[in-house]
């Protein structure tokens, strides 16, 4: 299978407080949420893929194997996402020639590697900077960044996210309707809703 030169970054770094367990380690379809999104890393035809944690890191690493996990840890996880964003970002290009980035919460069960390579191919295909999943009248992750916009990325405030740049370029944004990019899971509710839909 042919790669894209597309590195992922999967942003699994939240403490998970209003939760009050790791999301991370919520079993989903009988695998956790981290291994699903590792999965569909790995399934996609990203070059590489590198997973972010920082909240609750010895829980899951106990918990999880994950020898085979690019994984890199981020001890200013309770800043903000970009913080998370900014570490893998980094390290990426530090270790590969890539000509995009993808970047995938931990807490959106319904990306796989279908939605991913979808995404990826029409980046390679359509000429626009960026590709954004379409959901609830918003633009958001699961989005793919050009690296034009790298620097943009690493200068995020710790506040900020990528829905920043993406609504800086709208011209250049492509959007994909993945109306089921608005199920996450922050709160004991959204579980329980995600395990009645199942």
Same mark, same amino acid.
């Given at each position: 299978?042919? @790669?894209?030169?597309?590195?992922?970054?999967?942003?699994?770094?939240?403490?998970?407080?209003?939760?009050?367990?790791?999301?991370?380690?919520?079993?989903? *379809?009988?695998?956790?949420?981290? *291994?699903?999104?590792?999965?569909?890393?790995?399934?996609?035809?990203?070059?590489?893929?590198?997973?972010?944690?920082?909240?609750?890191? *010895?829980?899951?690493? /106990?918990?999880?194997?994950?020898?085979?996990?690019?994984?890199?840890?981020?001890?200013?996880?309770? /800043?903000?996402?970009?913080?998370?964003?900014?570490?893998?970002?980094?390290?990426?290009?530090?270790?590969?020639?890539?000509?995009?980035?993808?970047?995938?919460?931990?807490?959106?069960?319904?990306?796989?590697?279908?939605?991913?390579?979808?995404?990826?191919?029409?980046? &390679?295909?359509?000429? @626009?900077?960026?590709?954004?999943?379409?959901?609830?009248?918003?633009?958001? &992750?699961?989005?793919?960044?050009? @690296?034009?916009?790298?620097? *943009?990325?690493?200068?995020?405030?710790?506040?900020?996210?990528? /829905?920043?740049?993406?609504?800086?370029?709208?011209?250049?944004?492509?959007?994909?309707?993945?109306?089921?990019?608005?199920?996450?899971?922050?709160?004991?509710?959204?579980?329980?809703?995600?395990?009645?839909?199942?």
């Amino acid at each position: 299978m042919d @790669k894209f030169p597309i590195g992922i970054i999967i942003l699994a770094a939240g403490g998970s407080l209003r939760l009050g367990q790791p999301k991370q380690l919520l079993a989903y *379809e009988g695998k956790t949420l981290l *291994e699903n999104a590792i999965n569909a890393g790995r399934e996609s035809k990203a070059i590489d893929c590198v997973v972010v944690l920082g909240g609750n890191e *010895e829980v899951i690493r /106990k918990q999880l194997d994950l020898k085979h996990t690019w994984v890199i840890s981020n001890p200013d996880w309770e /800043k903000g996402m970009s913080a998370s964003l900014r570490l893998g970002l980094k390290l990426l290009i530090t270790k590969r020639s890539l000509d995009a980035v993808l970047l995938m919460l931990v807490d959106q069960p319904f990306v796989d590697a279908t939605l991913l390579d979808k995404m990826m191919t029409k980046w &390679v295909n359509n000429g @626009k900077g960026i590709v954004a999943c379409a959901y609830q009248n918003t633009l958001g &992750v699961p989005a793919i960044f050009g @690296k034009e916009y790298f620097p *943009e990325l690493l200068a995020l405030s710790d506040a900020e996210g990528a /829905k920043k740049v993406i609504y800086s370029h709208p011209l250049e944004t492509m959007a994909i309707d993945f109306p089921l990019g608005i199920v996450d899971v922050d709160t004991q509710q959204d579980y329980e809703k995600l395990l009645r839909k199942s």
